[in-house]
């Protein structure tokens, strides 16, 4: 008797899955949090590299940086940032995630990783390089696909739109 093997799955449809669940996730934390997504994602980026800049954000967002102070005037407003300015330069400003922040996270987040937990913990270490090989390419065709539509002419996108 033939063995079946299984149908690969399709890693485009897997990749738009897990984009669209990345995305829900993230929008459902903002909302318990009381954000909107950018300013979640600004928050996340701060508490991951404490005493980060303003300027620092304003080029990993690659928003203004009228917007980064607008949305960190916020941050701190509901307790989630503390900036602190530079002893010998006042002008200078570091941003750190506050207590509040972290509680909040650590409440949200448990599902999050308890159900990730369990899926790694099914795997192999050869799976589980594998999945680590893919979420890198992955990772790394998102920021170059990123970079190149930031880079490109707005225009190009409406080339042969409505025709």
């Not at 949090?33 to 954000?57: C, D, F, H, M, Y």
């Not at 980064?68 to 307790?79: A, D, E, F, S, Y």
């Not at 002893?87 to 996270?105: F, K, N, Y």
Request: aromatic fraction near 2%.
């Amino acid at each position: 008797m033939e063995e079946r093997r299984a149908t690969p799955p399709d890693g485009a449809a897997l990749g738009q899955q897990l984009s669209l669940w990345v995305v829900l996730y993230h929008e459902t934390v903002a909302a318990r949090l009381g954000l909107n997504a950018t300013e979640n994602k600004v928050l996340g980026l701060i508490g991951r590299e404490p005493g980060v800049s303003p300027t620092r954000l304003a080029e990993e967002t690659r928003l203004s940086h009228a917007a980064i102070t607008k949305i960190t005037q916020r941050l701190v407003q509901l307790g989630y940032v503390a900036r602190e300015r530079d002893a010998t330069d006042g002008r200078r400003v570091s941003l750190t995630s506050t207590a509040r922040h972290r509680e909040a996270m650590s409440g949200l987040m448990t599902p999050l990783l308890d159900g990730m937990a369990k899926v790694t913990g099914e795997l192999t270490e050869a799976e589980l390089g594998t999945v680590a090989r893919w979420l890198s390419g992955t990772i790394a065709a998102l920021r170059d696909a990123t970079t190149a539509l930031a880079e490109a002419d707005p225009d190009d996108a409406l080339d042969g739109a409505g025709d």
